[in-house]
């Protein structure tokens, strides 16, 4: 039997070193074996203590635990097995135990570097930073050279609040390895939260004189003068880095920051261009920038034609990344240059087609040029793209409705409306343009239900309103409700001339004469150019009032109009009677 612990020894020891809880290390083990032999009146519990460690090894912590344990009652002065439950406490999630444990490992053992390691995480991990602080001490004391001690020992001290003792701690560590970024770094921070802003400036003008080339500890130099009123010292540090390293990607983005904040616009500026067109600042940093030109709408009027110049440099620096001329084309879209934002709408998709965004704003350009021949077309590469989006189907109705090719229209307008997810007003439109496109291929019934299900939705659409009284009007059908309607299309939009004309045209209907030439009267007027429905309509009520050679002058100019008059147009010029 003793014979099999001593072969399988070498085994256990090797499945230690890959272990996540590993066995405490030889140096550890070789001291419990000596105090072994200096005590022999004490039980020898090497076997137990290697039972468990082979327990714990397996992934077994309770049985482990209970033979360390059982490593205590044979020798009540047994550290190494005090290690090992504070561990097992500490990965169980007991840290009052697992502190117990390592505070009484430590007391035997003081010098045992392993023990003092673990006690000061235990420390830290329950906020006992000042124990922890003690403990650290002594593990500097014993390994001096021990760089990790003295960095521990550094963020501990700055953990507490010890600021003063943390860069003291910090200095001892460059005696040994020089002066490096990240403790002058760290350095600098300390003694700004000390509130010695001139002790900062000076650790960083060491960090600069030890590395001369490193531009950004001269960039964070320059920060340090700015923000302490040292602004001579910023500008020379700025220039001196433009001038030795003038591709630095963001030295011409502080000299316009440095500039901007003295009121210094025009310099501010020309650095800012400087740094738009290096290549190496990335795209992002600059699309920021740019963005700060919508953000602050004050900023942005001011500066518009500024923006758009850096806009262009954007794309000329950067041409086949689709965020240049997506910026370019949001300023263009700011300013109602609906060319210009069209022509960089067309370049994004070139270089990157999968944004739905885009391709939506493209069509509202498209639409705010009345250019249908195109929204109807990129419409339909849209919908192609983005099925079930509907705003796409929306355009490629409205478009298609200039084309009267009412058919594909009433397509388009049933397949997206089924897309419209929690979104009312939209869904409002679809049934607008559901309504005129049905009454155009003399489905009104249909048309009148579409006109319902959007008055449903919202009430106060004037242009449904509007048409739908108008096409009541023409079948002679619920002529009140049309008045009504009419009447409030109105009210919303006192000077819509369509509005009037339909008014006026219901109250004919009624036979309301005198109102309806003053109302159809105001809309001949306020259209910008001669309109033959409403010049019909105009003849029509004065025909009815006995002004039947008016009538017949008002019927001329409406042929001559051109498109827009009734087919009984022509034989009311030519008999001068009015027919219905």
């Avoid at 020891?13 to 072994?36: C, E, H, M, N, W």
């Amino acid at each position: 039997m003793f014979t099999s612990i001593r072969k399988t020894l070498p085994l256990i020891l090797i499945l230690g070193l890959f272990a996540s809880l590993t066995v405490l290390p030889d140096q550890g083990y070789a001291q419990k074996s000596d105090r072994k032999n200096k005590n022999k009146e004490k039980q020898d519990n090497s076997a137990l203590f290697l039972d468990a460690n082979t327990q714990k090894l397996l992934g077994n912590l309770d049985k482990a635990k209970e033979l360390f344990l059982l490593c205590l009652d044979a020798d009540p002065e047994d550290a190494a097995s005090m290690y090992e439950l504070a561990r097992i406490e500490r990965v169980s999630n007991n840290q009052k135990k697992a502190l117990e444990w390592a505070e009484k490992a430590v007391s035997i053992d003081p010098k045992n570097v392993w023990y003092l390691k673990l006690l000061s995480e235990l420390y830290q991990e329950n906020m006992q930073f000042d124990k922890s602080v003690e403990v650290i001490n002594k593990l500097v004391k014993l390994n001096p050279g021990n760089l990790e001690y003295l960095y521990d020992l550094a963020l501990t001290h700055l953990l507490v609040g010890n600021y003063q003792k943390s860069i003291n701690t910090y200095n001892r560590i460059e005696k040994q390895i020089g002066i490096t970024e990240e403790i002058s770094i760290q350095k600098q921070k300390i003694w700004l939260r000390m509130k010695k802003p001139e002790k900062a400036i000076e650790e960083m003008e060491v960090l600069c004189e030890a590395w001369p080339l490193e531009s950004r500890f001269k960039s964070i130099l320059a920060e340090l003068y700015l923000s302490n009123g040292m602004d001579e010292k910023a500008l020379e540090t700025y220039l001196r880095i433009a001038e030795n390293d003038p591709d630095n990607p963001y030295i011409q983005i502080s000299l316009s920051d440095f500039y901007r904040k003295r009121g210094e616009q025009e310099k501010s500026c020309d650095h800012l261009k400087l740094g738009f067109a290096n290549p190496y600042l990335d795209i992002d940093t600059k699309v920021q920038i740019l963005l700060a030109y919508f953000t602050v709408k004050e900023y942005y009027d001011e500066q518009k034609e500024e923006a758009e110049e850096l806009a262009g440099i954007l794309v000329k620096t950067h041409p086949e990344d689709a965020k240049a001329f997506s910026i370019q084309a949001d300023l263009y879209y700011q300013n109602e240059e609906w060319e210009q934002a069209r022509e960089s709408l067309r370049k994004v998709l070139s270089l990157d087609s999968s944004n739905y965004l885009v391709w939506e704003q493209l069509l509202f350009a498209e639409s705010n040029l009345s250019d249908f021949e195109a929204m109807r077309d990129e419409s339909r590469k849209t919908i192609e793209l983005f099925p079930q989006q509907p705003l796409p189907y929306l355009f490629a109705a409205v478009a298609n409705y200039q084309f009267e090719d009412h058919k594909q229209m009433i397509e388009d307008l049933e397949t997206g409306i089924r897309f419209v997810v929690r979104n009312d007003l939209l869904l409002a439109e679809f049934y607008n343009y559901l309504g005129d496109a049905y009454h155009q291929v003399g489905e009104d019934e249909k048309a009148f239900e579409a006109y319902e299900a959007s008055l449903k939705i919202n009430s106060d659409n004037s242009i449904v309103l509007n048409n739908y009284a108008y096409y009541l009007s023409l079948r002679n059908e619920d002529l009140e409700r049309a008045k009504k309607m009419a009447k409030k299309a109105n009210e919303l939009d006192p000077d819509n001339s369509s509005n009037q004309d339909t008014y006026g045209w219901v109250l004919y209907k009624l036979g309301e004469y005198e109102q309806a030439l003053e109302w159809i009267g105001m809309s001949v007027k306020n259209h910008n150019e001669e309109n033959a429905e409403v010049l019909e309509h105009y003849g029509d009520v004065l025909y009815k009032l006995g002004r039947e050679k008016e009538a017949r002058n008002y019927w001329k100019r409406a042929l001559k109009a051109g498109k827009g008059g009734s087919e009984l147009l022509e034989k009311k010029v030519n008999e001068g009677v009015l027919y219905e």
